[in-house]
């Protein structure tokens, strides 16, 4: 009855020890998943952060670019503006009896 005790206890002792051992090996998998599913994630952050920072430099190029061509085309402007004659000015608003076309004869009428 003894020696039955003992060999139970012993074999009980032992699965216990198996299933100790069994919990660890799953904990250090579990582990090890996590820190491949942790690696892997920074990795696809670092990723993304360079894409968006590529994006942004291309942006920045383009802005650029654009403000470079509208100051050119704003000088050509400039310079074209320089040598084109000035507009005549008309007399239209100014009350004068010497007017021509319609604002003479919507200022006889009106007299």
Request: some cysteine; hydrophobic content about 25%.
């Amino acid at each position: 009855e003894r020696r039955q005790r003992e060999r139970k206890l012993s074999k009980e002792m032992v699965e216990k020890a198996a299933r100790e051992l069994e919990k660890m090996r799953l904990q250090e998998k579990a582990e090890i998943k996590y820190k491949e599913w942790l690696k892997k994630k920074r990795d696809e952050e670092a990723e993304k952060k360079k894409k968006e920072k590529e994006k942004e430099k291309e942006r920045e190029a383009e802005l650029q670019c654009k403000k470079e061509r509208s100051e050119k085309i704003f000088k050509e402007w400039l310079q074209n503006a320089k040598n084109k004659p000035r507009p005549v000015l008309n007399y239209y608003g100014i009350p004068c009896r010497n007017s021509t076309g319609l604002y003479s004869y919507l200022h006889i009428c009106s007299d």
